[in-house]
């Protein structure tokens, strides 16, 4: 299994607190992505990073941000969290990227699991 | 709006029969990929499919990506209690976005 570590796993917090969740590789892959899990909508793709300080939004990337200052950490952050966010977040981890068409292979971290009441 | 929609959402079979899972769009996508995801964990890649009319075997598992290149299929033969799972189709277009299907939840019973 790729080395991929999310912290924490599970998390419950209210409505308005900021909230940070953790991504850490020990894979030195260029690419690292952030999605959300929801019933009926599958993955989506919240923010991903092409390299260190270098990041870009995906699909749903209101009332998120991201940071990435080492290649081994990726944090996304919930600046003031809203229930719409509960959901399960995955972190995910590739050494090529999407660019040149999905011939690359994601792994998948053990995902965190956000509750907001 | 959801780019890629699979069906059925969910289903439930008898250890030995045979399934089809699909994955429809009405965009086109320069590659493709299935995802098998078990409780608790992330999606694990099965396969990528990057030619219309592209056609992979993975043991029982058969892939197929449509001549189009808008939609993909995912056959399993003599289903085994081991491939209970959700199922995820995701795609890339032209412009380097990523879709996820909405995936399909199999269970195979004993």
């Known amino acids: 299994d790729a080395g991929i570590t999310q912290s924490p796993r599970h998390k419950v917090t209210e409505t308005g607190t900021p909230v940070t969740l953790r991504c850490h590789q020990t894979?030195?892959?260029?690419?690292m992505y952030w999605y959300r899990q929801d019933p009926g909508h599958g993955l989506r793709l919240i923010h991903y990073?092409?390299?260190?300080?270098?990041?870009d939004k995906g699909e749903v990337s209101d009332g998120y941000s991201v940071s990435r200052s080492k290649t081994e950490d990726f944090l996304l952050t919930l600046e003031s969290a809203t229930s719409s966010q509960t959901s399960v977040y995955f972190c995910?981890?590739?050494?090529?990227?999407?660019?040149?068409?999905?011939?690359?292979?994601?792994?998948f971290g053990p995902g965190t699991r956000l509750t907001v009441l | 709006t959801q780019l890629l929609e699979q069906s059925p959402q969910f289903l439930s079979i008898q250890e030995g029969e045979n399934l089809t899972v699909y994955c429809n769009s009405s965009?086109?996508?320069?590659?493709l990929q299935w995802y098998r995801q078990e409780p608790g964990e992330g999606p694990v890649l099965l396969v990528t499919?990057?030619?219309?009319?592209e056609v992979k075997k993975l043991k029982r598992l058969t892939f197929q990506f449509g001549d189009a290149r808008k939609d993909s299929s995912l056959h399993i033969t003599a289903a085994q209690t081991g491939d209970t799972g959700l199922y995820l189709c995701?795609?890339?277009?032209?412009?380097?976005?990523?879709?996820f299907g909405t995936g399909t939840r199999l269970t195979v019973i004993p």
């Open positions: 995701a795609g890339i277009t032209g412009a380097n976005n990523l879709f």
């Open positions: 894979e030195n892959h260029r690419y």
């Open positions: 499919v990057v030619t219309g009319g």
């Open positions: 995910a981890i590739s050494p090529r990227g999407l660019a040149g068409g999905l011939t690359d292979t994601q792994y």
């Open positions: 990073s092409y390299g260190v300080k270098d990041t």
């Open positions: 965009s086109v996508f320069s590659s």
